[in-house]
């Protein structure tokens, strides 16, 4: 065999003994259902500014963000995932 030669790749099992748990969280994160702010302004009856100052620090929410050039505005977009939702919704019923 030639030093340059290819090695054979490791099985999937292999990947996710090594990797543990957290991976197949992401993996289901990935394929849940993800709320706008506007969907999720609308679930509480809350103002999107609001549930912007909730969410934006929670961790497992996706954010967007576009720079602010010299004649456009930035931009920022959050997508929160199910369990998130649920997470942060358990966590304001206690807190009230």
Sequence with gaps: M???ARKPAESSHAFHAISGPSTASSID???EKHYSV?????????????VR???????GVIH???EEK???RGYR??????TVLYRVHRKLRRAS
């Design 2 to 4: 030639s030093e340059f």
């Design 29 to 31: 994160l990935a394929s």
């Design 38 to 50: 506007i969907e999720i302004a609308n679930l509480w009856a809350l103002s999107e500014k609001t």
């Design 53 to 59: 100052k909730i969410f934006e620090r929670e961790p």
């Design 64 to 66: 967007w963000c576009t």
């Design 70 to 72: 010299l004649h456009k």
């Design 77 to 82: 977009t959050l997508r929160v995932p199910e």
